[in-house]
């Protein structure tokens, strides 16, 4: 699946809508993934969008302190490895600019409903 780079930063927005991320901090994510495509010269029309579904069978959910949802701790770790491992192809690197996953069933389904949007169109 490919995103128009048009519809990109909607795309970050709406998913990101089913987290509890401050605005603020999603606007200079947003802003460090164009500066390092840009300062990368990736001129291409589309972002390619890769959807990586993990079933986890012991998901260790907590409750996060300031929201009071549920997050798997799980994920947390696998993110953290994930970027970490990857953080040193990144030009520009802001945390966690390099994935998304959600936290607990509510995120999935929500982020689930965003991407059938974005197949239609």
Known sequence: MAIT???FK???YDV???DDIRLEKLDIKYCKMMSSLQKNQYN???FPIKVLKIKM???RFR???LTGLSQSKVTMELKKAIRDEFKYLITDYYYDIIMHMTDNSKQNDDVEKIMKKVRRI
Do not use: A, G, H, Q
């Open 63 to 65: 409750v996060k302190p």
């Open 44 to 46: 291409l029309t589309e």
């Open 5 to 7: 780079r048009d519809s």
């Open 10 to 12: 909607k795309f970050i």
């Open 57 to 59: 069978t012991n998901p």
């Open 16 to 18: 990101y809508s089913t």
